[in-house]
């Protein structure tokens, strides 16, 4: 099952296999009423299925296991309405994919150098070296502010202060229960499910220079893309065994996987989470591979890469979905 946030009204949904969407509040409250018999659906239903993502994380196993019986529900009732009249199924051509950011208090921490593809090209050393390296530091990266979010088919603008606007492609988790000092053999428990974000960042020099240099280069509007689904972590098969690709106008950037990472969301997660209290909607990113305009700028001494207004980007996560964006003038 795929969870999604879509207009009209930014309403929780699941995508279904023949690319149905169901409106599930709406859907689970003519079920309580249909099947259940419920008197007061509504009500019910704004209990366990309701209409935000962020209720639905903090449901946790019980809402995803009522949102799957909706889905079939639908599935089997292809025309019935809501108890007002309400559509419960939709076409996907008929509505628009949001951002799926569960809670707009989320806190969004992006891990930096955790793919030695794209370290060891930054850097100018061999690959194995990279990984040595990454080995032996702590995690560290990086607050993209929720503000900062916009959807897998809105327009990215193009910051008038920079002349070097990268990319990056990474699988985000998403927390979907309250925890603090979380043990790394625990943090699973604590994962809801998973997404895709692209980072979109400033690499030239930005001012002042410290100690807001990362602050300022990774957050502006438009600066961080979610989406465009959330799979929930029991239908994920392997979030450590995920390809991802990125092109440019059709040309291809980035292409890796998360079997590259060298620390697992489990380490990331347990690491940020001491002495800080993780609550259900927060995201955690696990870096880049390579590909990105910054590695050929130091490498080759080449900035074509970077992005212009008039590009396009088109990211997937394997088993997620695809990000879409075209870079416009401020």
């Given amino acids: 099952m795929k969870l ?22 709406v859907g689970y409250a003519r079920y309580l009423n249909n ?18 993502l962020d209720g639905i994380i903090r449901g946790g196993e019980r ?14 009732n292809r025309q019935l309405k809501g108890l007002q009249g309400e559509q419960i199924l939709y076409d996907s051509s008929d509505v628009e994919v949001r951002a799926p950011l569960p809670s707009h208090s989320a806190k969004i921490i992006c891990l930096g150098g955790n793919f030695p593809s794209h370290t060891a090209r930054a850097r100018g050393i061999p690959i194995e070296e990279a990984r040595k390296v990454m080995s032996e530091t702590k995690p560290w990266g990086f607050i993209k502010l929720n ?3 916009v959807g897998p088919t809105d327009s990215i603008v193009h910051p008038a202060r920079t002349k070097e606007l990268d990319y990056e492609i990474e699988v985000a ?5 309250q925890g603090k000092d979380i043990p790394v053999d625990s943090v699973n428990e604590y994962i809801f499910g998973y997404t895709a974000l692209m980072d979109y960042s400033l690499r030239d020099p930005q001012e002042p220079q410290m100690p807001l240099t990362v602050a300022l280069g990774k957050n502006f509007d438009t600066s961080a893309v979610l989406g465009p689904y959330i799979v929930p972590r029991d239908d994920m098969a392997n979030p450590n065994n995920l390809r ?14 998360t079997n590259e990472m060298v620390k697992g969301f489990p380490e990331m997660i347990a690491w940020y989470s001491r002495d800080l209290t993780f609550y259900p909607g927060d995201i955690v990113t696990c870096g880049t591979c390579g590909g990105t305009a910054m590695e050929k700028r130091n490498a080759e001494k080449d900035s074509s890469w970077f992005l212009k207004p008039g590009d396009v980007i ?17």
Wanted: with cysteine; charged share 25%.
């Fill in 4 to 25: 999604l946030l879509f207009n009209p009204g930014n309403r929780a949904g699941a995508l279904t296999e023949d690319s149905k969407i169901v409106d599930l509040h």
């Fill in 35 to 52: 099947v259940k018999g419920d008197t007061r659906p509504y009500e019910s239903a704004a209990a366990i299925l309701p209409p935000s």
């Fill in 63 to 76: 809402s995803l296991k009522e949102a799957q019986e909706v889905v079939r529900f639908a599935l089997d």
């Fill in 147 to 149: 503000q900062c979010v």
């Fill in 173 to 177: 988790a998403i927390i979907g229960r």
């Fill in 244 to 257: 991802t690709t990125l092109k440019v106008n059709g040309e291809i950037r980035q292409d890796g996987n």
């Fill in 314 to 330: 088109e990211a997937e996560v394997e088993g997620i979905g695809v990000i879409q964006n075209k870079i416009i003038s401020k």
